[in-house]
């Protein structure tokens, strides 16, 4: 088992920015891919970013490349997500997850946080 908890979310005005942080405790965070997905109201599930387990790989939505970046420190156990020139359509809960293998299918993730929210206003 693997227990995830997000922080950092919050309010914040559009061009601003805001870094989620995820804690993870119980099996090994190095032995994890760790991904972000966010869900706004009435819509889907949708994947941000994700990281492989070693930190060398790294995958981006299109909507967020270029002002997102996903990072991991495996000494703190802790997945990051630096949000730069935020938008009022990145208003959404924003989840961390964590699977065996690097991939931005959500159903490929076994561990899940509970989830933080990101308000942008225009």
């Known amino acids: 088992q693997v227990q995830l908890v997000e922080s950092g979310g919050g309010l914040v005005q559009a061009g601003g920015s805001l870094r989620l942080s995820c804690a993870a405790s119980?099996?090994?965070?190095?032995?994890?891919?760790m991904g972000w997905f966010r869900q706004a109201p009435g819509k889907e599930r949708e994947f941000v970013a994700a990281?492989?387990?070693?930190?060398?790989?790294?995958y981006y939505a299109d909507s967020v490349k270029g002002r997102f970046t996903i990072s991991r420190d495996n000494t703190k156990n802790t997945l990051y997500l630096q949000m730069n020139s935020l938008k009022p359509e990145d208003t959404a809960v924003y989840y961390c997850?964590?699977?065996?293998?690097?991939?931005?299918?959500?159903?490929?993730?076994?561990?899940w946080g509970q989830g933080t929210q990101v308000t942008v206003s225009s």
């Open positions: 990281i492989s387990r070693g930190g060398v790989t790294a």
């Open positions: 119980g099996r090994t965070f190095g032995n994890y891919a």
């Open positions: 997850a964590a699977g065996r293998s690097i991939s931005i299918d959500g159903k490929r993730y076994d561990y």
